[in-house]
């Protein structure tokens, strides 16, 4: 079962800002790229489908379905996957809030934010995943 944990606080990127800033209003963003219509995941300034600039930031609907997961139980345990977005990119993530024994490949999630870093030190809002009810 799902028991919450301390994310490591990611290295925000000048080229990254709008993403961060968008997952902390509780939005995903992707990159578009205008020349060949291809979305992608890691944000990148240039496309890796087609290595053309002219790509632009566009909202996701934050839905998909696990490609594939793993479970880790040693420690706390937590949920690695990659998730399938609707948009077709593929994301790595963890799996939050749910029954780690329930999940399966094709299951329907969505994105959730959570805060990275310790009390102490907050860091970004990443995009995890759990799945639809």
């Known amino acids: 079962m799902y028991e919450e ?3 490591t ?3 925000i990127y000048p080229e990254h800002k709008e993403y961060w800033e968008a997952a902390s209003t509780g939005e995903l963003l992707l990159k578009r790229c205008t020349s060949c219509g291809e979305h992608h995941h890691y944000p990148r300034v240039f496309c890796p489908h087609c290595h053309s600039e002219q790509v632009e930031w566009v909202r996701s609907a934050g839905t998909g ?3 594939t ?5 040693v420690g706390k345990p937590y949920a690695m996957a ?3 977005l609707d948009e077709g990119v593929r994301m790595m993530t963890n799996m939050v809030d749910c029954d780690f024994d329930a999940l399966h490949i ?4 969505q994105v959730v934010f959570k805060e990275s870093g310790t009390e102490e ?3 970004a809002f990443v995009a995890c995943f759990t799945p639809v009810k």
Request: hydrophobic share 40%; charged share 30%; proline share 4%.
């Open 65 to 67: 379905r696990i490609y």
């Open 121 to 123: 030190a907050k860091g």
């Open 9 to 11: 606080a990611p290295e």
């Open 5 to 7: 944990r301390v994310m």
């Open 82 to 84: 990659f998730v399938e």
């Open 69 to 73: 997961y793993t479970v880790m139980r």
């Open 106 to 109: 094709g299951q329907k999630v």
